[in-house]
C-alpha cells in the first residue's frame, strides 16, 4: 500500500512557519541584548529606560568617575564607600549630592566638581549671556580678546568662534604683530576658543591629552577650518587667510582650563612670546556628565602634554616674561615693537 504523498503548499507553509519562528527567535534575542546594554550602559550617556532609585543614581555616579585621574588608591576607596554608605540611607537625589562633591574631587582632583541641578542650569543660562570675544587693531597691532566660554548653546559657540576669526582675517591685511589676551579666561568649552584664533597658529597637533596611565588619549589639532581633536575639526570656521606676524600672550593667574588650553597651543612656537603671571594650574582635561536628575558631574580624566613632549600636570605655566597686572599688555606691546611692529 503506497503512502499519501504530502502536499506541495503544506510543505511550503510549514518552511514559512519555520522561518517566521527563527526570525522571530532573533529579533528577540537582539531586542533583548539591545534592552540590556541600554540599562547597562545608557547612564553613562545620560539614557535611561527607568527612574534609578537612589542607590542605584549613586552606584552610576560612581561608575562615571572611575575613569577620573585620580581614582585610585586608599583615598579614592574611602570616598567610594562615604558615597555608598550616604547612598543606603538616601531618599532623595539631592541627599547624594554633598558626597558626591567631595568623591568627584578625589576622582578627578580640584579640576573636578558636582554641579547641582540649579547649577548646571544657571551655567548654561550665564554661558549664553557672558560676554563676547573682541578683535580690534590699533595701528598696525591687532588685540584679540578670547574670554571664558562656560559652555552655551550652540549657537553661541559659533557665534564666539566666527567672532574671533572673521575678526582676525578682516585684520591681517594691516597688522604686523598680534596681541592674544587670555587674561581672566577661566575656561570652558575650548574648541570655539582655539578654532576662533586657529590662523594664528600652525596646522598639525596642538597639545596631547595623557591618562593616569600615561597613555595619550587624544590630541589636539589645527586644521584650515578650525580645531579639533585627531584632525576632525569640531567648531568649523572660515579657512585660514595666511596669517603671519609675531605673538604676543597675555596671562595671568586667572587663565585658567580651557582657557590654558589656548595657552599651551601657543607654547614653544618661534614668533610667540608670552607676558603676565603665572596660569591657574588648571591644566587637566574634563568631561562633563549629565545626571538623571539633571545635575552634572565634572570629571578630570587626563592633563594636558604640549607639543615638544613636556607633561603639564595640573601645575601653573609661568610666562615667558614675567610682569605684574596690566604690565603685561605694555610688556607685550614693547616686545612687539622690538619685532618692527612700532605702530601699536
Known sequence: MSRPRTRPSSTRARRRRRA?????AVVLVVAGAA????????????????????????DVALDLM?????????AWDAARQAVRTAAADA??????????????????????????????????????????????????VTTVVV????????????????????????????????????????GGTMYPMLSGVSALLPDGPALFFSDRHDRTTAQVTIQDD???????????????????????????????????????????????????????????????????DGAELVVTESVYVDRDGVVLDEVPLPAAHPTAGPDAEAAGRAWLAEQGCAAG
Request: charged share 15%; aromatic share 8%; proline share 8%.
Open 20 to 24: 517566521w519562528t527563527a526570525a522571530t
Open 35 to 58: 534592552v540590556w546594554g541600554v540599562g547597562r550602559y545608557g547612564p553613562r550617556f545620560g539614557v535611561y529606560l527607568l527612574p534609578p532609585s537612589p542607590q542605584q543614581y549613586a
Open 66 to 74: 572611575s575613569g577620573g585621574y585620580r581614582a585610585t588608591g586608599p
Open 91 to 140: 531618599d532623595d537625589y539631592a541627599d547624594l549630592h554633598a558626597a558626591l562633591a567631595e568623591a568627584v574631587q578625589v576622582a578627578g582632583g580640584p579640576h573636578s566638581a558636582l554641579l547641582t541641578p540649579d547649577e548646571a542650569a544657571a551655567s548654561q543660562s550665564a554661558a549664553d549671556e557672558a560676554p563676547g570675544p573682541t578683535v580690534t587693531t590699533t595701528g598696525d
Open 147 to 186: 574670554p571664558e566660554l562656560a559652555g552655551g548653546s550652540p549657537q553661541t559657540q559659533q557665534r564666539y568662534a566666527d567672532t574671533l576669526a572673521d575678526g582676525i582675517a578682516a585684520a591681517a591685511p594691516a597688522t604686523c604683530g598680534w596681541v592674544v589676551d587670555l587674561r581672566g579666561n577661566t
Open 226 to 292: 578650525g580645531a579639533g581633536l585627531n584632525g576632525r575639526t569640531t567648531t568649523r570656521v572660515r579657512p585660514d587667510p595666511g596669517v603671519s606676524g609675531s605673538v604676543a600672550v597675555l596671562q595671568d593667574e586667572r587663565t585658567a582650563s580651557s582657557g590654558e588650553v589656548v595657552l599651551t597651543a601657543f607654547r614653544g612656537l618661534d614668533h610667540v612670546a608670552t607676558f603676565g603671571a603665572p596660569s591657574a594650574g588648571y591644566t587637566s582635561a574634563n568631561t562633563p556628565y549629565r545626571l538623571y
